[in-house]
C-alpha cells in the first residue's frame, strides 16, 4: 500500500445524491475514503441505501465504515420505512432510562441491517444555556448526572448490536451562545470547571469503553494558547482528551467545511491542523473539490515532513483496531428490513415523553368551536445539522382538520392578528426569537384562552402564563404522540429534564 492509500484511510466523505453519479465515481475512486459519512440527501429508503453501501464499496475497492447521525428527534437521517426515535431531551423527559438502551438499541440493529455501523451520537453536551442555538432539545438535560443517565443507557443500546458510538462535542458546548455550524464559540471555563461539569459525562462513556469522541470547533481560553477551535488544538485533542483523560479510541473531526473553521482556517489548513494535534478521522462532508485538495494537502505535508510519521502510525494503528471490529460484514443480496415492531416501540416511548407543563385554561383534552382557531409557525432548520425542510406541522393540520376551525401561520414578516375565546399556538424556540414572542403575547391579550405547545425547546412554555405541553421534536412519531394527548386518548406523563 503506498503513501496515498494510507493517507485515504484517514478521511471520512460525504457524498451527493441517492445514487452514485460519474462525478461521485470518481471522486471515490481518487480519493479511496476509509469511512463514509451520509446524510439525508443519500437515503430515499432501507433498499436504496443498502444498494448504496453496497456500490460505493464496490468502487472504493476496500473495506469502508459508513458512518450517521442518528440521534434520533430533530437529527434523524433515518426515516422513511425506518424507526424514529424521539430525541435525546425527548427520552430523558420519560423518566425512564430503559427507554434510551430501547432507542438505542433499536436504532443500531436498523443501521446495522442496511450496513451501517457508525453512529455519530450519542449528543452529551450539557445544555444549561436555554440560548444555545445548536444544541438544545439534542442534549439529554441540563445537568451532569441527568446526561450521565441516558446517554450511558442510549450507549449499551448501541454497543450491544454491534454499532460504534460517538460522544459529542468535545468537550462540551452547552454552555455556549453559537452554533460551530454558523461560527466558533468561545467557552471560558477553566480546566477545574470543566471537570466538575462538562467533562463529566465523557469520563463516563469512556470508562465504558465507547469507540469515539467528537471534538468540537470551540475556542476555550484558559486552555488554549491560540484562538483556534478546539479541533486542530493539541491542548484539547492530545493534552485533554489523550493525556488527561488516558482516551485511546478513534478522535473523529466534526465537518471540516463548518463556519466554526472556515471562519478561521481554509480547509487544506484544517486537516494538516487537525491531524497534528491528535485528529485520528478527518470529515470533509461536502464539495468534493475540497474533499480532494484536502487528501491532496495532507499527503504533501506528510511526504515533506518526517516529524509526521509517528502522528500517522499512531492513527492508522486506531483506525484499523476501529475497522476490524466495525467494517460491514456479509451484506447479503436480501437483507430483513422489516421494522414494524420497532416502529411500535418507539411509538410508546414518544407517548411517554409528552409533558404537560401547566394546564392553568383548562385546555387538555383540547375542545374547539367554529370560533376557536389554531397558530403555527412553520418548523425550520434553526440547527444546520438538520436536514428537515420548513413545513407546518402535520398536527396543526390535523387538528384544524378535526374541529373544522382555522389555520393560521404566523411568520416573521406575517404577523397574526386574530381574537376569540380559545388558540392552540404551536411554537419553534420562541425564547430565541423576538417575532414569535411577541405573537404569543398578542395571543394571551387577545384570547380567553391560550395552549403553547413548544415544538421543539421547552422553554417556550415559560414566556406567558398560559396551558402549556412540550413535545421535545417534531418529528411525526412525536407529533402522532402528542395529538393523542391533546384528544386525551392518553395522559400526559413526561417530565422536565432542564430547569427554568
Known sequence: MDLKQIVSE????????????DQTIRVLEEIRPGFVILFARNIESATQVYDLIRQITRVVGKPVVFAIDQEGGIVTRLRDGFAVSCGAMA?????????AYLAGRILSKEMKSIGITWNLAPVVDINDNPHNPGIGVRSFGDNPQKVITFSTAFYSGLKEMGVAACAKHFPGKGSVSVDA???MPTLDKSLEQLERWELLPFVELIKMGIESVMPSHIFLPQLQKNKVPATVSKEIVTGLLREKLSYDGIAVADDLLMGGITKNMCVEDAVIESFKAGMDVLTVC???AAQQSAVKALLKKIEDDPKFENRLKEALTRIRRFKERFSPKNLSSEPFLDFSQDREV???????SITLVSDQDQMIPVHL?????IIT????????VQENEPDVPWIAKELSKRFSVKLFVVEKDKPVDLSGNACIF????????EWQRSAIEKARRNFKKLLVIALRNPYDCFLFESSSVCSYSYELTSQKALLKVLLGEIKPIGRLPVEV
Open 181 to 183: 455550524h454558523l461560527d
Open 286 to 288: 461536502h464539495e468534493p
Open 91 to 99: 427520552l430523558a423527559a420519560t423518566g425512564d432510562r430503559n427507554n
Open 346 to 352: 418507539m411509538e410508546k416511548i414518544a407517548e411517554q
Open 377 to 384: 409557525v412553520k418548523t425550520s432548520r434553526l440547527v444546520q
Open 426 to 433: 404551536f411554537t419553534e424556540n420562541a425564547h430565541l426569537y
Open 10 to 21: 484517514l478521511f471520512m466523505i460525504g457524498v451527493d445524491g441517492k445514487q452514485l453519479n
Open 369 to 373: 368551536s367554529k370560533d376557536d382557531c
